[in-house]
């Protein structure tokens, strides 16, 4: 017998007005650990995929396939319309540059350089759910996700993510799950970087 069932079997003898409080508070017992336990599976979901999407990152010391497939899986992850890694000014050049062998539009290069620059400056991941009230330059695009690629105390690059499908932006949650594989893609780029180094002074 569950709990549920073991507390309805107890309040048989209790009056009509008792019986169904406690039929109530039963049932939104049960929902409130449907609900849970859901969310549980979600999550579970969710960090399977991050394993998964860290172990291909991980897997190759080419910058361009490791910016591709973290853009690729972030936008799987979280049914985002795009994504770009940007490298941080002064780690490819004077400017804020994508990577990867797919660019972004033209017209959504200024609203990156200007998101890649605030996750910098701030030194955190950002969500920014209403790019109209943000001063941020005119784009197609309404909701973002910026978070910091990480590594030995420098950022090097931001991971960001572009208008999740829907009409309620990005959340708290989406921002952990994008640093984490932010974490991830970081050190697959400072990695890649140290072995073409290694590479060119044993030549």
Not at 96 to 108: F, K, T
Not at 112 to 125: H, M, N, P
Request: proline residues 4%; charged residues 25%; hydrophobic residues 45%.
């Amino acid at each position: 017998m569950t709990k549920p069932e073991a507390i309805l079997r107890s309040s048989e003898s209790l009056d009509p007005a008792a019986q169904a409080l406690c039929r109530e508070l039963v049932e939104h017992y049960e929902a409130e650990l449907s609900g849970f336990t859901a969310h549980l599976g979600q999550v579970y979901e969710e960090l399977m995929l991050l394993y998964d999407v860290g172990s291909e990152v991980t897997a190759t010391l080419d910058i361009e396939v490791i910016a591709d497939l973290a853009v690729a899986r972030v936008r799987e992850l979280l049914e985002a319309r795009d994504g770009a890694v940007v490298l941080a000014a002064g780690e490819a050049g004077p400017e804020n540059l994508p990577v990867g062998s797919r660019q972004p539009d033209e017209a959504i290069l200024p609203l990156l350089g200007w998101a890649t620059a605030l996750a910098v400056e701030r030194d955190r991941s950002q969500i920014v759910n209403d790019l109209s009230d943000a001063g941020a330059p005119a784009a197609p695009v309404e909701s973002l996700i910026c978070s910091p690629l990480r590594v030995q105390g420098r950022t090097i690059g931001v991971l960001h993510v572009l208008d999740k499908a829907g009409t309620g932006g990005f959340s708290t949650e989406d921002q952990k799950l994008v640093e984490i594989l932010a974490s991830q893609v970081g050190v697959a780029i400072e990695s890649s970087r140290l072995l073409h180094r290694a590479e060119r002074h044993a030549a």
